[in-house]
């Protein structure tokens, strides 16, 4: 985890020192171990380094090639970069960093290095030579990367705000308006500011400083790979525990200690007793709680019979969310997930406190094992077309759920047809669209039919994944921290996404294989998913949070940019309230959220 800036002129102008020292220090909360400025051909480079392999000075950014010249700014972590390092055995090393061996592979390899990386990255590299910026993103994106380019300059950073420092810009509205209506963020190149834009995941892009002109090149796609199809389950089974435990062992690299984000789930706890029975590697766990008991991950682990004594833990609250929430979306730059990433981003300061600089977390999950019900629902439809007698063992099992104990056949292939798009649903498979409370047109998607597994694609690379991880990356950056995800190590999901999904479903449990595991080892698990984990819907039905928001938005931003139609908000909200279901308060967190951002940005002096 560090954070980075690079600012080219095109004219070369100066850059004077009170912009260079707001830059220098607008991102120490990346990295607060190191602050470094490098000036270069015109060429201003700006590094907060988070201290994680090689601790040494030596290892500190901007690192210039003694042998070219060369310099790279880096954010990130290349797990195998020991492996490749024995492949340039010709080259001499001054530091034990995969920074200094990214760059020489780089000088060694040319462009298609990249493809040689296993880890989380986003980077910048000055080639003198050529008089080129090469820059680079990792495979799913875990590690964020933007810029902005006119006629003047180019700037790429890791985060937006030391953008806007050096280039004010408007809103981009479309983005807001699209965000209320549809629930999608960070689905393509486009930030809720105009000009400044998300470098794409996957790719990597040559800027030309003699003509600024870019070129663009994806070097990896998710694809399915016949060769990596298993005869069986038990060949499945083996080759994911294997592929799982060379995972583990690389996001384990560095040289602080590594904690764990931790929950009642099943990902979380596969993951502390993984790393416990193979690895023999234990690490901190960090959790969080809510004051409703029911929602309490606490109580739900000792539910599971688990000592929590050396859990690290906090207890939150709606009020408090509310409270910070113009802080929190400052920090990251645009809207929030929920309460729960809400929750997550308090969690981080405990776990900087605690002095933990790299946690390990279970996102990717959910996408390929089928974890989300509407991926369960789309499952059950395929076996229908392609294995009726399995449909009727596994659609049993489904009727067991009370809400469903009534369907038929035909009811239930209707039910599943509303699944078949690129619409995006809560966990609990509610639709997260809202059109209804914008003004105007909105940019729409083409309506077109889905199978499960573009679907699955379409979460991994658009709609679901790359904004967890923004979220991710954001709350942790914010204090300090990084975040790694074994679960998405491409080699790891390139073989899941290529194998059958009944190797992943068995008895109505998603995630089987996982859960497997730990039968076998005997692990305490619920087999049933949590889908509704914070007090997010009963908070927002309190008359006094819904006169306060209603307050709050009736004259905000939202209604003088013409975006929101506040009297259909305010309807849908009272019917919220008289709702005796706790329905979907998504549409209430949207706005919110929304709002708190055109706030906050129009407002702050960065």
Known sequence: MCGFTVVRYKSQEKMNNNLKKKLLLCQKHRGPDHREFTESEGIYFFHNRLKIIDL??????????????????????????????????????????????????????????????????????????????????????????????????????????????????????????????????????????????????????????????????????????????????????????????????LNLVGDVKVGLLYSSGTDSNFLRYFLQTKINKRLKCFTFGWKEKKYDELQRLKNLKINTNKIQSITTEGSKILKNLNKMIFMCEGPIGGFGIAALYDLFKIIKKKKTKVVISGEGSDEFFLGYFNFYVLFLRNLYFNNNKLFRKEFDKFKENESYRDYTTKDFMNFSRKFLSKELFTPDAQNMSDTDLVNGKTKTKKAISLNLEQIVKNYVTKTKLPKLLSFLDKCSGAHGVECRVPMLDHNLITFLYSNPDYFKVRDSLTKYPIKQWMRVNKIPHHDKKHFVATPQREFFKNKKIYMKICKNISNGKLVKYRILNFKKFKIKYQKYLKNNNLGNSFFIWKVLNAESFLKVFKESKI
């Open 56 to 249: 040494s000075n030596d290892s500190n950014q901007p690192f210039i090639s003694k042998k070219t010249g060369n310099i790279i700014v880096f954010n990130g972590e290349i797990y195998n970069y020991k492996y490749l390092r024995k492949k340039l055995s010709k080259r001499k090393f001054y530091t034990n960093s995969d920074t200094e061996v990214l760059l020489y592979l780089y000088e060694e390899k040319g462009e298609d290095f990249i493809k040689f990386l296993n880890g989380i990255f986003s980077f910048v590299i000055y080639d003198k030579k050529k008089d080129t910026l090469f820059s680079g993103r990792d495979r799913l994106g875990v590690k964020p990367l933007y810029y902005f380019k006119d006629k003047k300059k180019v700037i790429f950073s890791t985060e937006i705000k030391p953008i806007l420092i050096i280039q004010r810009t408007k809103f981009n509205l479309e983005e807001v308006k699209s965000y209320i209506s549809s629930g999608n963020l960070y689905e393509d190149k486009f930030t809720f500011f105009n000009n400044i834009f998300i470098h794409e995941a996957a790719n990597f892009s040559r800027l030309n400083l003699s003509n600024f002109k870019f070129f663009k090149k994806r070097y990896w796609i998710l694809k399915k790979d016949k060769s990596l199809i298993c005869k069986n389950y038990s060949q499945f089974y083996t080759k994911f525990i294997n592929l799982m435990d060379h995972s583990l062992r």
